[in-house]
T-cell receptor, first 108, second 114 residues
Framework: LAKTTQPISMDSYEGQEVNITCSHN???????ITWYQQFPSQGPRFIIQ???TKVTNEVASLFIPADRKSSTLSLPRVSLSDTAVYYC?????????FGKGTMLLVSP | EAGVTQFPSHSVIEKGQTVTLRCDPI?????LYWYRRVMGKEIKFLLH????????ESGMPNNRFLAERTGGTYSTLKVQPAELEDSGVYFC????????????FGNGTRLTVT
């Protein structure tokens, strides 16, 4: 399974755009990139998934360069409720391996 | 649709006792997973069911842990006898058939072994 590296923590203010980058240098051909969000006392929640280029949904955008060795989760105009831990996972099958995640703190 | 539900939300037991955790996946999801987060550590995979069959149980820590999914619906994870190091949050997740189908997680069961 591909190992991922992402920032331990990030701080932002309400209304800003937040970009969290994840490195996955040894990503395999079959691997997809999936991001999850986790609030305290809750299970991880699926945000977005992509294989290459750009994916956008109502919550976020995911940017994946051509070499797929990294990916960037973009959260537009964050609010206080976006304060959470964000996990980047890479896997070709659903046996996901979670890393330490990025703790995003959004302040007023 | 109802999400993944886990019961109980919190359990406190003494070392040596037995505890059974239950997970009800989203209806129609053939894939069911158990994960665990021990205090201060990362979320770790325990095992994966496809319907009632164990597809991958490589993450099960030892033979004190027994997971079942009779009939391919809900699943139970029994810890017997419980040890102090078993304390943590146990998450269940389910997904539809298909590679890379997103996992839907329950809110976990917090197990405290004293």
């Amino acid at each position: 399974l591909a190992k991922t590296t992402q920032p331990i923590s990030m701080d932002s203010y309400e209304g800003q755009e937040v970009n969290i980058t994840c490195s996955h240098n040894n990503i395999a051909t079959n691997d997809y990139i999936t991001w999850y969000q986790q609030f305290p006392s809750q299970g991880p929640r699926f945000i977005i998934q992509g294989y290459k280029t750009k994916v956008t949904n109502e919550v976020a955008s995911l940017f994946i360069p051509a070499d797929r060795k990294s990916s960037t989760l973009s959260l537009p105009r964050v609010s206080l409720s976006d304060t959470a831990v964000y996990y980047c996972l890479v896997a070709g099958y659903s046996t996901l391996t979670f890393g330490k995640g990025t703790m995003l703190l959004v302040s007023p | 649709e109802a999400g993944v539900t886990q019961f109980p939300s919190h359990s406190v037991i003494e070392k040596g006792q037995t505890v059974t955790l239950r997970c009800d996946p989203i209806s129609g999801h053939d894939n069911l997973y158990w994960y665990r987060r021990v205090m201060g550590k990362e979320i770790k995979f325990l095992l994966h069911f496809v319907k009632e069959s164990k597809q991958d149980e490589s993450g099960m820590p030892n033979n004190r842990f027994l997971a079942e999914r009779t009939g391919g619906t809900y699943s139970t994870l029994k810890v017997q006898p419980a040890e102090l190091e078993d304390s943590g949050v146990y998450f269940c997740a389910s997904s539809q058939v298909g590679m890379n189908s997103p996992l839907h997680f329950g809110n976990g069961t917090r197990l405290t072994v004293t």
